[in-house]
């Protein structure tokens, strides 16, 4: 067919709404198109323009580059039959070409305000090169660090993960989709991928409809509700369903109780390994039960391309059923504006792509996100002016590492290492001294003693340890907690010089340091930093930002604790020194490090726990405020934790959840009174007839620094 000719079709006016414009070129779509726009492909599949140009295209990824994209759009646009534009995506995870920290990072500032800034700065980049849609966030909820795709979310709590979803959607799309700078979000993977199996990617998940309602899914509801345009099907058998073939929780629960109406991509040929999963024997039923399921794009399965005209013609699936996924597709199209400005001006990225106010702001979000574990006897800040400090350690001048998993269009030599980081801050009359140790990975101890050596004559060692970024992510999973090769080896012989040992984790999980934890006096989380992490890991060694990360997640004292979260249930025999409660013979039931966990360079006071009123109706709220001083000598942020526990109810509850937070920056000396107001949607769990309800009865009131630093307590009931 050749392209439209004539008079300018009804869906080609931008005057008209979005849904007649969808509809009018819906009526005018062959089967064939229809099917075209429901497939992606990565790249630039075989015969690309020819297929583009034929309508059997939906979209592309991993094609970047202004001048890339506005080609194989001008073959979408101007030489197929109905001109229906392509969408470009492409995972930017955790920034474009300005590579800022992991998310699992940015949750840990827990401000989701720098999250929706920082996703904002990922979407200029990403548009400016021809790109208008993301694979991100992903929002699973992880409770098992030896999943490598903890990296990738913001870790064990629904509530956190909600709050970081809503904002990095909004950080993405901003106000409108149709503006420019914003590119589409696509939350994923629907849903419960963070709880596969013994940490193993692809994994099985078997849990309950309630623990899926309670804990998986809130983070899902909360990108829904800031508007997501598209989320994607996951991997993962759920519950005996894969999740990409799984009607109940793609229809039932997304379309018809949370009214989203975007669309659902798979992840990569998610539909082609129903047949892998076993519920189906074919391709073409892989595609009957994918599309039926509520899956409207084919994700370089190719599955939708080879089987669905033939599954439509045959009966065993209807053409509406392709309409509605065609007509989703089509919506967001048009929402984005894509038929009014397909192309990208190629002149943009030269202005924004890594400008010096991504630069600056990369660096902050990076020394926001690190999080001080340790300072024993006020190690840390160190001074400035000491005479001889060594940087040691496989990561102490690695570029690629700080990268963290899905780099995107990142370059490791835009990196700042820490070692190089360290030299810019000191003062010109320091010496720096540089010993690598040892690999990341490896049995080898031949540099051990080259680091001992230049630690002895050193004021200070700092210690680089961690994960290279292949360690995380997608894939990256891992059998134990400990730190790779012999670099705990490493940490011990510089303790053993006698020097002062500051220890830096580069990571992308959370790990088991449990000795280190108890012998090296001062021990920063700084993740993976992004490109300006040299810096901020700098800055906040030599005391010129003062920490104000907390873990998203909780550190296990060793993987033999796995899985372990701090909003666990009770038991009927909770862990005490008696031999029959629920606990381990060979160590604390405690973590090393729990959720919500985060030092500063000053303390702070918590009094005045005030809750009102003291008896509420299930629809009703309580406030809860509580004065906090800052009795430290600086500057510095607390994050004010409320957790609650309803004490009794029809089904067992969490011995807490984490419901509200709040951060406050106070001078030295300063004071204030911090709120919080809690409701239905805070008090409200599934109770055994499988609703949501706010149930009667006394709830606990907790307040502090961490899930274990409670501070204040008290309590309301509702009658």
Known sequence: MKPFEGTKPFYRDSTQCVESRVEDLLGRMTLEEKIGQMCQYTRYPENYEELVRAGKVGSLFNVTGAEQTNNVQRIAVEQSRLGIPLIFGLDVIHGYSTIYPIPLAIASSWDPEMAKKAASIAAAEAFSEGVCWTFAPMVDIARDPRWGRVAEGAGEDPYLGSAMARALVEGYQGEDLADPDTIVACPKHYVAYGGAEGGRDYNTVEVSERTLRDVYLPPFKAAVEAGAGTLMSAFNDLNGVPASANRFTLTTILREEWGFEGFVVSDWNSIGEL???GIAGTRAQAGKEAVEAGVDMDMEGNVYQTTLARLVEEGAVSEETVDDAVRRILTIKFRMGLFDRPYTDTSLATEVVQCKEYIEATRDFARRSMVLL??????????KDLKIVVVI??????????????????KPEDVVTVLEGIKNKVSEETDVLHAKGCDIQGDSTEGLKDAADKAEVADVAIVVVGESREMSGEAGCRSTLDLPGVQEKLVRDICDTGVPVVMVLLNGRPMSISWPAEHVPAILEAWHPGIQGGNAVADL?????????????TFPRTVGQVPIYYNHKNTGRPPTPLLYTSKYIDLPSTPLFPFGHGLSYTQFEYSNL?????????????????DVKN???RKGDEVVQLYLRDLVGSVTRPVKELKRFKRTTLKSGEKTTVKFVVGPEQLAFVNRGMERVVEPGAFEVMVGGSSEDIRLTGGFEVT
């Not at 340790?374 to 001074?383: D, M, R, T, Y």
């Not at 496989?394 to 269009?409: I, N, R």
């Not at 060694?541 to 997640?553: A, H, K, M």
Request: glycine share 10%; proline share 11%; hydrophobic share 35%.
């Open 393 to 410: 350690g496989p990561l102490a001048d690695e570029q690629d590492a700080l990268l963290g998993c899905w780099p995107c269009m990142g």
């Open 275 to 277: 047949v892998s999963h």
């Open 541 to 553: 060694l030599f005391g010129d930002f003062n920490p104000v990360g907390r873990l998203p997640v």
């Open 610 to 626: 005030k809750i009102s009123p003291q008896k509420i109706t299930p629809d009703s709220e309580v406030e809860i405020s509580l």
């Open 374 to 383: 340790k300072n024993e006897n006020g190690v840390l800040p160190l001074k």
């Open 631 to 633: 009795v430290g000598d």
